[in-house]
T-cell receptor
């Protein structure tokens, strides 16, 4: 159990395009989902915390108008990179925590989305 | 400030050697959780272990073992008799009660392990 599906797995698009990435919890409900970004050979850095039914909480330095997060249901959070530029090229990975579980439980990660902006 | 430090950026060993990946963390909480994740070249994160701050018992799972030393704020990971399939980037992570809302994970920078035949 505890499967998180992330789609698409890879995106290559032109500069200026907006890209939507979906993160779904397939067999559990997730009140909280997290979006991380990982540049090549770097660690995973938290971008934002997505809460079902409310606004996302963004980390310092992450532009909320550029990285739009929507968490409309207990099983789906989306990250939209608006007007993407080459510097946005990165590996984006989401994770989800089961509803009712706290910080001591492992987060379940999607397989990531490799975004390449030409 | 970096809360999780993995000082070893890259390690290369020959198959069947034992290898230890170091992890040092920093927190003011008395209750916290530590994790290890494996990231193979394909990119997905594979959960390996979770340890709470009150349990300092070492843990062994097959060829994997973990040594948690609260006194030195370390949570080291040892692979015994390494295999080529162990080649991956390994991340140590910290989850704190007093952290940001939702308790996201603070990851170390990762250690890239290469096991050669």
């Amino acid at each position: 159990g505890a499967v998180v599906s992330q789609h698409p797995s890879r995106v290559i698009c032109k500069s200026g395009t907006s890209v939507k990435i979906e993160c779904r919890s397939l067999d559990f409900q997730a009140t909280t989902m997290f979006w991380y970004r990982q540049f090549p050979k770097q660690s995973l850095m938290l971008m934002a915390t997505s809460n079902e039914g409310s606004k996302a909480t963004y980390e310092q330095g992450v532009e909320k108008d550029k990285f739009l997060i929507n968490h409309a249901s207990l099983t789906l959070s989306t990250l939209t990179v608006t007007s993407a530029h080459p510097e946005d090229s990165s590996f984006y990975i989401c994770s989800a925590r089961k509803a009712g579980q706290g910080y001591n439980q492992p987060q379940h990660f999607g397989d990531g989305t490799r975004l390449s902006i030409l | 400030a970096q809360k999780v430090t993995q000082a070893q950026t890259e390690i290369s060993v020959v198959e069947k050697e034992d290898v230890t990946l170091d992890c040092v963390y920093e927190t003011r909480d008395t209750t916290y959780y530590l994790f290890w994740y494996k990231q193979p070249p394909s990119g997905e994160l594979v959960f390996l272990i979770r340890r709470n701050s009150f349990d300092e018992q070492n843990e062994i799972s097959g060829r994997y073992s973990w040594n948690f030393q609260k006194s030195t704020s370390s949570f080291n990971f040892t692979i015994t008799a390494s295999q080529v399939v162990d080649s991956a980037v390994y991340f140590c992570a910290l989850s704190e009660m007093s952290g940001n809302s939702g308790y996201a994970l603070n990851f170390g920078k990762g250690t890239s392990l290469l096991v050669t035949p």
